[in-house]
């Protein structure tokens, strides 16, 4: 059985878009939020005392520090991300394959490859169309049920001792 798709750069984005508003990301954004609105606030006020303009530039560059962390940042990094990916692979776009084998999971991206074992599966998620193999050191691969090759998601389930012939719960020791 095997899981393949095209990584283009709006899978990527949309992979770190994904989590943007959730959990410690949605924190940190409200907070970099907070202190934009903060800056500006003090920026303007710092206009009108006194004669000293200098302290209201400062507000201002700290205000455009805070936005840039709190929109920008996470895309600039994952452009520059998946530029060096698409320099190490010699391609933009490129094909991840994930193959399940008797006795393992053999993930492959272009041309590097990675065994992952089925009794290191921890959990499993759905959600809409992906599907999530989580790992017991915290990683995980992302499947697509469309992109399923000579069979289809529902027809099986993955178990401690590899693929199983029929869907049945997750069975990991």
Known sequence: ?????????NLYKSWVTANMFKGKSLFFRIF????????????????NIYDVKAISIYFFLLSLLCLYNAFLRHIL??????????????????????????????????????????SDIVDIKENGNE?????NNKSFIRLYKSAFIGCDWS??????NGVEDQRVTLNVN
Do not use: H, P
């Open 77 to 118: 990094l994952a452009k520059k991300t998946y530029r060096k990916l698409s320099e190490t692979y010699g391609k933009e776009n490129w094909t991840r394959s994930i193959l399940f084998e008797n006795d393992n999971i053999l993930l492959t991206d272009n041309n590097v490859s990675i065994k992952y074992k089925y």
């Open 155 to 160: 027809e099986f389930q993955i178990g401690a």
């Open 131 to 135: 599907i999530f193999i989580i790992f």
């Open 32 to 47: 970099w939020c907070f202190l934009l609105v903060l800056m500006i606030v003090f920026g303007i006020i710092s206009l």
């Open 1 to 9: 059985m095997k899981n393949e798709y095209c990584i283009t750069w």
